[in-house]
């Protein structure tokens, strides 16, 4: 929802500051007073093409800010987020133009593109009678307004369907994948198999190649290690006789230690620890011993572990990988050899699963046809009885749903929907872009907003020339059509009939200020007694009597009933 509109140095506008609330607003004034300047400057900051004659005169740049409150919108948070935006309960637009024509763009103080401005600006405000910013120009968004007419129903079909569409995708591209033909099966059948006999002429086992490392150390340097066995079981163990040896010396130790422990008990713990020494001192010295006795120079076997880690480490570079890995490529690789010589089996059952599949998704595609055809049926009747009420008795408007072939479909199904429309007698049923006037549209885009009016979530809508042509009673039904559609959304109408006026919960009056040298468009907030003045000149011009006030409090006093707040 807009909730507040700053305007600096635009055309005729030195600057103006607007707040709404929800419900039903209006802008008037006389013509030329710049009511059109108000929503031009709205399209620039919504991502409207920009221009250096937007600057005022003598400024060095105009520049637009809007204010919008976004509670709720968890979708528009996420996009902006997508976008590196933080996002509040409140949102920030904002649009420069120097005036050298240089555009520039922020979002909640970030700067952004013009087409992030026009994407978000899009899901916050639609204005009708104008050419930009148009859902009802959107065919995209058509489809999107049919299902939502269809509520909850509508919405699990709708899953339904995407479901099997996901199903139907998979299938397809499992069938792709697999569909080849005899000679490229074959190549690829040698292929596999020429790369799983080099694994296997290896034969790799988990763990192997750190086990051959290591005795590929051992033997390169067996001279060496048998020198420092020797060294360090001299050092241990000595030559068998008395001497210094680490053992004769723990040992003598040892015997000291017992016979201090029979005077004095205290020492049995370091009795206990020297016990425990020589017996560990000992087996080391009889494991270096073993191993000693054990260790001899095998150049043979040195060569074949190094023509083993060769042939190992070759395939981890080959298959990139650990040879684990290598053994589950292999795995990989051994079930595709499989499937490709049971070829005609394999295709089989994906064609299988395939054709179950599509019939599964077109069968749901169908019924999603059968039910928006319903429902546009159902929209077309209401749409046309609202247009009646709006002062176009021969108006027609009709939906049209064609499903294209089976091969067409789509995450949406297979349907395309366009709005046709005719204003008049004799004239065909067009899509829209090519047949609706600005007030056409705007009449035609109220009447849909009442019948979808729980549909689109773009908060605010803003009319222009919706009382085109109008007068009398069919002013009212427009203006009472505008404050029922204010019941759940924002409404800002620009309007010259009083009818209209009346009915809004708030009232801008935008009028021109001229000196010998400046004209300056100002707004101004009306409060009741302004209210009563302006609409008696609206129906009376600048001739206003006591005659003409008295009926337009009159008129505000009726219209009580409808300034009810947005939903």
């Known amino acids: 929802m807009l ?53 005022r005169s003598g400024a060095d740049r105009a520049v637009v800010e809007a204010l919008f409150s976004v509670e709720g919108r968890a979708d528009l948070r996420e996009d902006l987020e997508r976008m590196g935006i933080e996002a509040g309960d409140e949102l920030v637009l904002v649009r420069e133009v120097t005036a050298q024509g240089k555009s520039i763009c922020r979002i909640n103080g970030r700067t952004a593109t013009v087409q992030m401005l026009r994407e978000i600006g899009s899901r916050l405000v ?13 065919p995209e968004r058509y489809r999107r307004m049919l299902d939502g007419y269809g509520g909850r129903e509508q919405e699990e079909l709708l899953a339904r369907y995407r479901r099997a569409y996901g199903r139907y995708r998979e299938a397809k591209k499992a069938l792709d994948e697999a569909r080849m033909g005899e000679q490229e099966r074959l190549q690829r059948v040698d292929w596999l198999l020429f790369q799983l006999r080099e694994i296997r002429e290896v034969s790799p086992e988990p763990g192997e190649e750190e086990r051959l490392e290591q005795e590929r150390r051992r033997l390169a340097h067996a001279e060496r290690l048998a020198e420092e066995v020797e060294e360090a079981y001299r050092l241990l163990y000595g030559d068998g006789g008395k001497g ?47 191993y000693r006795e054990g260790l001899e120079a095998d150049p043979a076997r040195l060569a074949a572990v190094e023509e083993r880690l060769h042939q190992i480490r070759r395939l ?27 070829y005609e089996a394999d295709m089989e059952r994906r064609v299988r699963e395939f054709e179950r599949a599509r019939s599964e998704a077109v069968a749901l ?24 009420q709006l002062s176009m008795p021969r108006a027609r408007f009709r939906i049209e749903v064609e499903a294209g072939p089976e091969d067409s479909l789509g995450p949406e199904g297979l349907d395309r929907v366009e709005f046709l429309f005719s204003a008049n007698p004799g004239e065909p049923l067009q899509p829209l872009a090519r047949t609706a006037s600005g007030g056409e549209m705007s009449r035609l885009m109220l009447g849909l907003k009442v019948v979808l009016a729980d549909v ?68 101004e907030p009306l409060g009741e007694e302004d ?13 206003a009597t006591g005659t003409t006030e008295q009926q337009a409090r009159e008129m505000l006093e009726r219209g009580g009933r409808f300034r009810k707040p947005a939903v």
């Open 365 to 388: 595609a169908g019924e999603l046809h059968r039910r928006r055809r319903e429902l546009a049926e159902q929209i077309e009747g209401k749409v046309e009885e609202q247009l009646r």
């Open 126 to 138: 639609d204005v009708y009678g104008q050419q930009e910013h148009q859902s009802l120009l959107q």
């Open 531 to 543: 209210r009563v003045a302006e609409l008696a000149r609206m129906l009376a011009g600048s001739g």
């Open 244 to 290: 210094s040896s680490a053992v004769d010396l723990a040992g003598r130790a040892l015997d000291a230690a017992e016979k201090l422990a029979k005077y004095d008990p205290s020492l049995a713990g370091i009795l206990e620890m020297l016990q425990t020494a020589v017996a560990h001192l000992e087996e080391a010295a009889h494991e270096l011993r073993r």
């Open 456 to 523: 689109d979530d773009v908060p605010t809508l803003i009319f222009d020339e919706v009382d085109s042509g109008m007068s009398g009673q069919a002013a009212v039904a427009v203006g009472e059509k505008l404050a029922e559609a204010a019941r759940r959304r924002q409404v800002i109408c620009v309007t010259h009939l009083p009818q209209i006026a009346a009915l809004a919960s708030g009232h801008h009056r935008i009028r021109k200020e001229q000196t010998e040298e400046t004209t300056t468009t100002v707004v």
């Open 3 to 55: 909730l507040a509109l700053a305007i600096r140095h635009f055309l005729l506008i030195e600057e103006v500051r607007m707040s709404f609330e929800p419900g039903f607003h209006v802008l008037t004034g006389e013509t030329g007073a710049g009511k059109s300047i108000l929503l031009d400057a709205l399209g620039l900051v919504l991502g409207g093409r920009a221009s250096a004659s937007y600057v």
């Open 316 to 342: 981890t570079r080959k298959f990139g990988g650990p040879v684990e890995a290598i053994l589950q490529t292999a795995a990989t690789m051994e079930e595709e050899v499989a499937r490709l010589q049971d």
